[in-house]
């Protein structure tokens, strides 16, 4: 997305009137069932880090690719058009983010996504969009 239209999305969603409670009467009950299931705030941390590396289209490209079976360096290099080496970088963030793994077969190098929480995260988002 280019600059202009992100300051554009940036803008509308400041200027929204987003409907807000006319009276400020909190409802304990609501919040007394509701606080055991509000994420702690280091949880929150870390799942706002992993959303942050997922926050990118050439990292989201590599785990659509991931998502159907593992791939080396460079059967990923040739799938997205990126160079081995801008490939080794987008992998080292989701590996140090445990998104994906790793096996050395040789000289080469497969990667997979980790576990099957990622392709569902990744299938669910993608179902999401698709509605």
């Known amino acids: ?10 803008d509308l969603l400041q200027s ?3 409907p807000t409670c006319d009276t400020h009467l909190v409802h304990l009950d609501n919040v007394r069932s509701t606080q055991a299931e509000i994420l702690a705030t280091d949880k929150a941390q870390q799942m706002a880090e992993i959303f942050g590396v997922l ?5 989201l490209r590599l785990l659509s690719a991931l998502a159907s079976q ?5 059967d990923l290099a040739a799938l997205t058009k990126m160079t081995e080496s801008a490939v080794c970088h987008q992998l080292r963030l989701l590996k140090v983010m445990r998104l994906v ?9 497969y990667y997979s996504l980790a576990d099957s929480h ?14």
């Open 1 to 10: 997305m280019n600059k202009h239209k992100e300051k554009q999305g940036l």
């Open 16 to 18: 929204s009137d987003a």
């Open 55 to 59: 926050a990118d289209t050439n990292r």
């Open 70 to 74: 593992e791939l080396c360096v460079c």
């Open 101 to 109: 793994s790793y096996r050395r077969e040789g000289r080469n190098v």
């Open 118 to 131: 990622i392709i569902n995260l990744y299938r669910s988002l993608l179902e999401h969009l698709d509605d």
